[in-house]
């Protein structure tokens, strides 16, 4: 714990060069993700960053950790191996949303669904980049791609919706430009006993620039998004013309915010799983007048955790059995002496 | 009157529903105690509960047991115990010319004949006769049920017991002892007394009404074989892998992960590994096939002796990954159940059609070991050595198994943990800089395990560069490493023992080389022949991928090399194709295993020439 405290971010940076385009949003969740690591409090070498195929999953060779860059996909299955086996190990799963949403779907709901204690940085940017460019299962309906010239037809997934139907423990959203909000959820995600999902929106400047622009440019931003803040009024909007959600009738309206009676206004409480799937279903797409886009943590819950119960059985059974004996294994029930 | 004789094979058939495996394992559990040697085959339909009565549904259950050595389930048939029409229908073929057939006449009437596919009006059992059959006609429902009238069971549940009538019946006819059947309802019901009571009370009926009925000529006596002297169990291929896994890991001292999806002829793998979490086992039912070997590859890195086994369409899907172990050169044992194939293929039936792709079946330049077993107990020793060579050559192993072998049982004689040698993992050396690919002698990398400060190290599935790990798109690093990569899987000859001829001269005409679970039959045949005076031999590989360095001496010391195989001609294509030698095929794709008697009749063959 002594040498992680006097680390610095630039400890955590490897002798490799850094190979994504210039300008990639890769580089601002990098950075975040280096930053964060000295407080984790988490010794170097008991750090692991598992990914799968796509340009964000080079990210373990930029980390001076123990990682892996493995296969399409399957992140999710060799993480939940590795803690298993190994769980005094802070876990890092990186993903794309082609890596983890079309190729390897099924280990990320059943990842979610048995609540590992893992994170998954979710790197969506809505464009496979690595293969130069054809829509993703998060690309917006009718998008033209050289693998869809006619717009595409595939309705798009929606991660949160998804992540919280596979019964996710933690979801959260960030976005690469926001740094500060960004480190927040990293930190929150660290401190989650259970799968963390972070969906980070990163912008692809060669493939697909400007998807998220609507949710960083200075001028749409605070119209288009919706800062989650725990115990505090859902509010958006410039300061002088704030908007406030609330829900009537399981329904989600906005109404400017003096015109709310106070105890109408929506409080987030990231423990609140039936406004989480509220949160995660203000999905439009943007326009001037569309509900914002919640960044921060959706949902937040404590559950069994797969590894302890794992452990727990492994000792249940040990206590009621003791310790297995190798003799009596290969002897077997019955056996006779010749 | 009371016969001794050598050996004897009985096969008990009826419907799915009638219990006919677990009778059949209930005779092989006492007669191995009883002293014999002994070999099993199950045959059971694909269906969980095929159509009631229909010859698809039959279950059968077959069993060599003998004073003298016993290598297969056997050929023809002495005894059929047919509860049922279809029963009859589906194995009376298989019967000896003068076998005998213990039918349970209540599954005879118009409806099971209709329910077999037959006119009503055949009296099958008559037609049996008639072609030299000894026929034993018994109404083992209705005895059952009268034995249970009293019981206060459902005519439905009476029904159910009536396997143990057949089981004790046939105890008494082969002179075998009731007790351990007693012990084993005692414990399986111990919940349940009502049901103890009635099944203990059919299988002494059966019994009873052995001794009691003059519908038997003979009785027969099966002494004890004179095996090795040693401590012996009985036991299935599935079982002695997993128990060969456990002490693997625990000579290795690392921990044991299992992982795998359910499939069939594999999954009893799981199941016994779930059940042993007192040894440590960490077992893991996964979403899919591909995350079986994911979790497995992770647990690997992790540090863990690290195994997931299937069969050969799960297989298939485990290719990329197993790709992946290959190029991180990581401890990794994948075990292949095989079944008949291509597809989802025959899931209940044997075959050995799965060691091209086994040998060759990945993108890329990816050689990986390959090993096989060739029997029940052989498992234990393979799976040992699979785990072995992963652990101590920091690769993926691929152990070959088979449904036949999975299933099958016979008697084991096993070793002492003490005996066992000690697995040494290529630890990377503490306090010292790291570099994941430098190579030791056997151009093995060390392993440096997560929490180890100061070897933290990245590597993946893009070419790396040769030491340092790095990706390296260099066309000289490339060839580099691809031929070091498998120069340090044929390294791995050097570190196995030579192969040696099963049996037979060592030099002569025929030599019949074999993989897997054609052994038995092969040996058999061989021995027999061999009394015969043919000059023949047999030689059973273990080592398929590399081959042992004294392999091809002893190829050439033979006239003609004659491979049987379960497949459309696998190990033959590679042994003709390493070894420029005309070996010859002997296919049987059936299903099915060998019968010796199919071998000796194609080497009789082979010399008319």
């Known amino acids: ?338 | 009157m009371n016969q001794t004789i050598e050996k004897a094979t009985v096969l008990f058939a009826g419907d799915s529903g009638d219990g006919m495996q677990l009778t059949g394992f209930q005779f092989s559990n006492t007669s191995a105690l009883h002293g014999n040697d002994l070999s099993t085959f199950p045959d059971f339909p694909a269906e969980i509960r095929a159509p009631i009565g229909t010859v698809a549904g039959v279950s059968g259950f077959k069993i060599n047991f003998g004073s003298v050595e016993i290598n297969t389930p056997g050929g023809k048939v002495d005894t059929l115990v047919a509860m049922n029409a279809a029963a009859l229908v589906k194995f009376q073929i298989d019967l000896k010319s003068n076998g005998m057939i213990i039918a349970n006449i209540n599954g005879f009437d118009k409806r099971n004949l209709r329910l077999a596919g037959l006119d009503e009006s055949r009296d099958l059992l008559s037609e049996a006769r008639d072609a030299g059959f000894h026929v034993v006609e018994i109404e083992i429902t209705k005895l059952t049920r009268e034995a249970l009238k009293d019981s206060g069971l459902s005519t439905k549940e009476q029904d159910r017991s009536k396997n143990m009538f057949t089981l004790g019946l046939v105890y008494w006819l082969y002179n075998r002892e009731i007790e351990p059947s007693l012990l084993f309802l005692k414990e399986k019901f111990k919940s349940k007394p009502d049901l103890l009571m009635a099944n203990t009370k059919v299988l002494k009926t059966g019994y009873h009404f052995g001794e009691t009925i003059e519908l038997f000529s003979n009785r027969y006596t099966v002494n004890k074989a004179s095996l090795p002297a040693g401590s012996y169990r009985n036991i299935a291929g599935n079982e002695a892998i997993a128990i060969g896994l456990i002490s693997a890991a625990a000579k290795a001292h690392l921990d044991l992960f299992y992982a795998g999806y359910p499939i069939t002829p594999a999954s009893d793998i799981l199941h016994e590994l779930a059940n042993r979490k007192n040894y440590g086992v960490r077992s893991f039912q996964a979403e899919d096939e591909i995350a079986a070997i994911g979790a497995a590859v992770g647990a690997s890195f992790a540090g863990s002796l690290a195994v997931t086994a299937s069969s050969g369409p799960g297989i298939a899907l485990k290719t990329e990954a197993l790709g992946l172990a290959f190029m991180l050169e990581t401890p990794l044992v994948v075990i292949n159940v095989q079944r008949g194939g291509p597809s989802t293929g025959l899931p209940t039936k044997t075959e050995q059609s799965d060691l091209l792709q086994a040998i060759y079946g990945r993108n890329g330049e990816a050689p990986i070991p390959v090993i096989a077993t060739r029997s029940p107990k052989d498992c234990f020793a393979v799976a040992f050595e699979a785990c072995r060579i992963a652990i101590e050559h920091m690769t993926p192993v691929i152990l070959l198994s088979d449904g036949y072998i999975a299933n099958g049982s016979e008697p084991w004689r096993f070793p002492k943990a003490s005996d066992l040698a000690a697995i040494h993992p290529n630890y990377a050396k503490m306090n010292e800089a790291y570099l994941p690919y430098e190579r030791d002698a056997r151009l093995v990398r060390s392993w440096a395990i997560p929490g180890t400060a100061g070897h933290e190290y990245r590597l993946g599935g893009l070419e790396k560069e040769d030491r340092t790990g790095n990706v390296s798109y260099e066309p000289e690093n490339h060839q580099k490493m691809v031929l070091t990569r498998a120069a340090k899987v044929n390294e791995i000859a050097h570190h196995i023992p030579p192969q040696e001829i099963d049996c037979g001269p060592e030099t002569g005409d025929v030599l019949i080389v074999g993989w897997g679970s054609t052994y038995g039959a092969i040996r058999t045949a061989v021995l027999n022949m061999n009394k015969q005076g043919i000059s023949v031999a047999h030689l059973h590989i273990r080592y398929l991928f590399p081959f042992p360095m004294n392999l091809e001496k002893h190829l050439r010391n033979f006239k003609t090399v004659i491979i049987p195989e379960l497949n459309n001609g696998q190990l033959v294509k590679i042994i003709r194709e390493k070894f420029l030698i005309n070996a010859i095929p002997l296919n049987k794709i059936k299903g099915l295993p060998f019968l010796s008697i199919e071998i000796e009749d194609a080497v009789k063959e082979q010399l008319k020439g």
């Open chain 1, 1 to 338: 714990m002594e040498i992680a405290d006097l680390l610095k971010p630039k400890d955590f940076a490897t002798d490799q060069d850094v190979r994504w385009c210039p300008g990639c949003g890769d580089y601002s969740i990098l950075k975040q993700v280096q930053s964060i690591m000295p407080d984790l409090g988490v010794p170097r070498e008991n750090i692991v960053f598992i990914s799968g195929i796509g340009c964000s999953s080079r990210f373990p060779y930029y980390m001076n950790t123990f990682g892996m860059h493995s296969i399409h996909g399957r992140a999710a299955a060799i993480a939940s191996g590795l803690k298993m086996m190994r769980k005094d190990l802070s876990v890092w799963i990186i993903t794309g949303d082609g890596d983890s949403l079309s190729i390897g779907g099924n280990h990320l709901i059943h990842l979610l669904r048995r609540n590992l204690n893992v994170n998954i940085l979710l790197f969506n940017n809505e464009i496979y980049g690595l293969t130069k460019g054809q829509f993703s299962p998060t690309s917006e309906l009718g998008k033209t791609t050289k693998s869809s010239p006619w717009g595409t037809i595939d309705h798009p997934f929606n991660p949160a919706a998804l992540a919280l139907g596979a019964d996710a423990s933690f979801f959260a959203r960030g976005l690469d430009l926001d740094t500060k909000g960004l480190r927040d959820i990293l930190l929150r995600a660290h401190a989650h006993k259970g799968t963390s999902l972070v969906e980070i929106y990163q912008n692809c400047n060669v493939f697909n620039d400007g998807a998220f622009a609507p949710y960083s440019n200075k001028s749409t931003r605070q119209r288009s998004t919706l800062l989650l803040e725990e115990g505090k009024p859902l509010l958006y909007g410039e300061d002088a013309n704030k908007e406030a959600l609330y829900i009537k009738d399981m329904k989600v309206y906005s109404a400017p915010l003096e015109s709310i009676d106070a105890e109408d206004l929506w409080i987030h409480d990231s423990k609140d799983a039936m406004k989480a799937h509220l949160l995660s279903r203000l999905f439009d797409p943007y326009t001037e007048d569309s509900l914002p886009r919640p960044f921060g943590v959706f949902y937040q819950e404590d559950r069994l955790v797969y590894e302890e119960e794992m452990d727990k059985q492994l000792h249940t059974s040990i206590q009621s059995k003791g310790i297995g004996d190798l003799d009596s294994l290969l002897q077997g029930r019955n056996h006779w002496t010749i």
